[in-house]
C-alpha cells in the first residue's frame, strides 16, 4: 500500500501534538512521505495559526526532522495560506 499524507498540522498551529510525534506515528503506520503544513500567519494573531514569530523556529524544526529522519521517510514542509483578499494571499512577499 502506498501511504503519505502532506496536510497536518502541528503544536506549531492548531494541531494537538509536536511535529516529531507525527513523524514517528507515520513512519512506524508505514508511511513514505509525510507532509506538515501549518496554518500560515495572519495578518493579526489567532490561536489556529502559525505566529510570525514562529515561522522561523517552524521551518528549523522541519529541517531538523528532514535531516533526522532521512532514509526512513520522505517529509516535507508548508504553510496552509489563506486568501483574505488582494492585501493578504499566497503571493504576498512575506510568502
Partial sequence: MDLCTYHSH????DGKAP????V??????GFHSYGISSHSPLP??????LSKRN????????KRL????AGQIELYGGMEIDYLND???PAVEDF
Fill in 55 to 62: 515561522v522561523e523556529a517552524y521551518l528549523m524544526e522541519i
Fill in 24 to 29: 514517528k506515528a507515520t513512519i512506524e503506520a
Fill in 44 to 49: 493579526f494573531e489567532t490561536r489556529w495559526s
Fill in 87 to 89: 492585501d493578504w494571499g
Fill in 19 to 22: 511535529a516529531e510525534d507525527f
Fill in 10 to 13: 502541528c503544536d506549531f498551529c
Fill in 66 to 69: 528532514r535531516e533526522k529522519y
